[in-house]
């Protein structure tokens, strides 16, 4: 990508699926974001676990930047109940990195919702509004290499990993056992042809 312009929606995006929401942030997302984000097991593949601070941060940066883009890492709630389970969106990565810039898709659910297809559910949502709405020609994907996990729901989108791209994270410790990371890409082409 020669020039890197970040898409522009009015008003913000909101995406249903036949069991998700994938809506703006809410006050009432902080607490169960918060208990999420000190749960060992989903924060298993990242250098620790986040303060209630951090927590709070973060969830108002995501709130933020829907704010003004009109899309982002959206909270995800259960259509049924209405229930906050995490979060899946698009995000322009706020470090220096081999392939930026870029936008890159990014999911993070409690753990008792795992293995439900939520995940997968709700990152085909926000892979057609990055394709479709935003017009997107290439979307990313990038995780620890250890996190099997993240690793299929990425070859499950049809996103195609080149390990030769495979890269040091910078907000990782050197000669962590997470700083090694993998990246998955996604044409616009590919997605239709799917």
Known sequence: MDT???????????????????????????????????????????????????????????????????????AVALRETGEFIGFVGLHTPGYDLPFTPCIEIGWRLRADTWGKGYCSEAARAALDAGFNVLGLKEIVAFTALPNLRSQAVMKKMGMVCDPTENFKHPAVAAGDWLEEHCLYRLSKGAWQAT
């Open 4 to 74: 890197f312009t970040v898409p522009v929606v009015t008003p913000p995006l909101t995406m249903t699926t036949p069991r998700l929401i994938l809506r703006q942030w809410q006050e009432s997302d902080f607490g169960p974001f918060a208990v999420m984000n000190a749960d060992p097991q989903v924060m298993e593949f990242f250098p620790s676990v986040l303060t209630r601070e951090k927590s709070d941060d973060m969830a108002m940066r995501c709130r933020d930047l829907i704010a003004e883009r009109g899309w982002g890492i959206w």
